[in-house]
């Protein structure tokens, strides 16, 4: 089980750029271990010079969003490799929601794994929060609202967003989809065994035992 | 009257366990390919939750992605590595998986070997922690790149719970001039279609310029399907594959060799087949490609100028292409041909065959890599490797003043040692040239393995026509 999802209540940060890619979430130098420090590598680059100081101007240095749990994003976020660590350095960042017109494939995948809302939303509504946040950091504070499919700023701004059903239960839910395949391990055996009947040659090809490696 | 299915289709339908509301499906994997910098957390999950392995002997493991390159390299040849390539070891160990480490004669990147041992094959399905794992779309079998959860999800199930994409096919009308590659093709049409075109869908390459390519080429245009924003990218079986997969260690043998071929035979898509998006490119006008910006839309012909974002209505897409100009170093209307290199890269799971391999040595025979540029070759594998010392490559590759190193995925993906200097210019048969790929401050210029080689030997990009001759 993980912890369920419902809400999402905290600053929403703006960073309205398109493609940004896996590499620029986090750089491959954060993969080199089980043990790096995945908050300190998430957008490295930008948030990073190269003596390691701050880079003030980029939005996750900047008060509030330094403690954003909402990252307002541009279209095909999250391209590029498969690296999970992507939304792990998010998480450990603090971000429990990216808002973008559109997701990379995999990207929107390894989000709802991790019990993160990949909330696909309307270009123009999201151009207009992201507008309204960068004009008034002060007010950045953002809800979001999984049963209603809401995202609400104050009293002034309303928004929908689109998740498919079947993932917003399993976030609601917390399920663990390991444990939700397994419960079709009869179906998945008969599968296994119809196909070894009828594509024997398949299976001989790499029994250990079958052929001299 | 139904139409009948697309090669993808074909392959899908076969591997259904179950279907679910929302377009999802439960599809059963053939092949499961694990390499150490994805997989270390899914087997600690398992471990938390008490899970076995379902299938160890359809998985295999390799180590590609952190290990050193040195010529005469030990685990400890990365020290930085070594907590990844132990525990990727000791997890295939414990749980009876085939493990080819670095000692090992089949070792190499995960989309290199796949192919080459007959572990990938058409109409199966092959999971991998890798995005580019649709390279084995070269086969017609249906690669398809993970995170660390499905990894785990792979392991405990032997299956992906996925959403069923939509069809795509893109035919490659007409013959590839000489001198252009495979890769060339590949990225003409990122050029053409955009970075998020195959978002949601599988895509089929097809048409003559496609029939007419070898199977490492045809790996070459598969692999890049993620830079189209595809997961799944495939091309049918015909003769040539058979052909390529007949006698490799995994693959049939004897009376189930004949079992298989034929089922292989019927696997291409109806000529009735409809695609839910269908697109064409000519291949006859394609120049040799380079990329000139931060994605792997921004490419051009080398005898192109790099274009003015001035002229680009759309003003997001004027703020990126000037951002990766200026990150770059270049300006608007300069010529991509004479551009000085650092450093050349041949390799990847791109590029890194014995065919791109000896494109490269063709032009670098005889020739002398330029004082100043550090030009690299790294085989895709230790079988590549082998294969390329037999015919004499790496003396070639020597006597021009390459380095010859030992596989892995090396400066691709650049979590090993082997960097770009920050701020240097690299021009990388690899398929990322995002920011910073190839090391802080890097400036990756992607083509194919004559170009990089063309490079090379001229320290400044130019037209391997001009050389080849």
């Known amino acids: 089980m993980r912890a369920p999802l419902a809400r999402v209540t905290g600053v929403a940060a703006p960073l309205p750029l398109t493609n940004v890619n896996t590499d620029a979430i986090i750089p491959s130098v954060y993969l080199r271990s089980e043990s790096s420090d995945l908050a300190r590598g998430l957008f490295a680059r930008w948030r990073f010079d190269e003596t390691g100081a701050e880079r003030p101007e980029f939005v996750l240095n900047r008060p509030p969003f330094r403690r954003a749990a909402i990252l307002l994003a541009g279209e095909n976020f999250g391209c590029g490799s498969s690296r999970e660590a992507a939304v792990w350095a998010l998480q450990r960042f603090g971000i429990k929601c990216v808002v973008a017109p559109s997701f990379a494939d995999i990207f929107y995948e390894n989000a709802f794994r991790n019990g993160m809302l990949a909330a696909i939303a309307d270009q123009a509504e999201l151009a207009a929060l992201i507008a309204a946040v960068e004009a008034a950091p002060e007010d950045a504070q953002v809800d979001i609202d999984l049963e209603k499919g809401l995202i609400v700023r104050g009293n002034a701004l309303r928004m929908g967003f689109s998740v498919p059903a079947f993932r917003r239960e399993a976030l609601m839910r917390g399920d663990d989809e390991i444990a939700s395949t397994l419960r079709h391990a009869k179906d998945i055996a008969a599968h296994a065994a119809a196909d070894r009947a009828r594509r024997g040659w398949l299976y001989r090809a790499i029994a250990p035992e079958g052929k001299s490696e | ?469």
């Open chain 2, 1 to 469: 009257m139904t139409r009948g299915s697309t090669l993808f289709e074909k392959v899908w339908n076969a591997h259904v366990v179950k279907r679910f509301d929302g377009d999802r499906d439960l599809i059963f994997v053939d092949r499961h390919i694990l390499q150490e910098t994805t997989c270390a957390p899914a087997f600690a999950g398992l471990e938390r939750a008490g899970r076995p392995v379902a299938h160890p002997e359809l998985t295999l493991a390799t180590q590609d992605h952190i290990v050193s390159t040195e010529p005469d390299r030990t685990e400890a040849s990365n020290p930085e590595g070594l907590e990844l390539m132990r525990l990727m070891r000791a997890n295939a160990q414990a749980h009876g998986i085939r493990h080819y480490g670095i000692e090992d004669t089949r070792q190499g990147i995960v989309h290199v070997i796949g192919p080459e041992l007959g572990a990938a094959l058409p109409g199966t399905v092959l999971a991998c922690g890798d995005s580019h794992t649709s390279t084995v779309g070269g086969l017609g079998a249906l690669g398809i790149g993970v995170g660390t959860s499905e990894v785990e999800h792979v392991l405990a199930t032997q299956t992906l719970l996925l959403q069923r994409p939509k069809t795509m096919r893109i035919r490659f009308e007409g013959g590839k001039a000489p001198g252009v590659s495979a890769k060339d093709l590949i990225l003409a049409a990122i050029g053409r279609f955009g970075i998020a075109a195959g978002r949601s869908h599988a895509i089929e390459y097809a048409g003559p310029a496609i029939r007419a390519l070898g199977i490492e080429e045809r790996l070459t245009v598969c692999n890049m399907s993620i830079e189209l924003g595809a997961r799944l990218g495939l091309i049918a079986p015909d003769d040539t594959t058979l052909a390529y997969l007949a006698g490799r260690p995994f693959a049939p043998s004897g009376a189930d060799w004949e079992l298989a071929a034929a089922e292989w035979r019927a696997l291409a898509s109806a000529a009735d087949a409809v695609f839910e998006r269908d697109l064409a490119i000519d291949c006859a006008p394609i120049a040799p490609q380079v990329t000139w910006g931060t994605t792997q839309e921004d490419v051009i012909g080398v005898d192109q100028r790099i274009p003015d974002p001035a002229t680009l209505a759309d003003p997001e897409r004027r703020r990126r292409s000037a951002a990766a100009l200026r990150y770059m170093g270049l300006a608007p209307g300069d010529a991509i041909e004479g551009l000085r290199v650092d450093v050349v890269f041949v390799g990847s799971c791109t590029n890194g065959r014995l065919s791109d391999l000896e494109a490269a040595a063709a032009i670098a025979r005889g020739r002398k890599v330029k004082a100043d540029v550090r030009a690299v070759v790294v085989p895709g594998s230790a079988s590549v490797k082998r294969a390329a010392e037999a015919k004499g490559l790496d003396r070639v590759f020597r006597e021009a003043g390459f380095e010859w190193r030992s596989p892995g995925c090396s400066m691709c993906v650049s979590i090993n040692q082997d960097v770009v200097p920050p701020g240097a210019r690299c021009l990388a048969t690899t398929n990322r040239n995002f920011e910073g790929r190839q090391g802080p401050g890097s400036r990756t210029h992607l083509a194919s393995p004559a170009m990089a080689a063309a490079a090379a030997v001229n320290g400044a990009i130019v037209d391997v026509r001009k050389l080849a001759s």
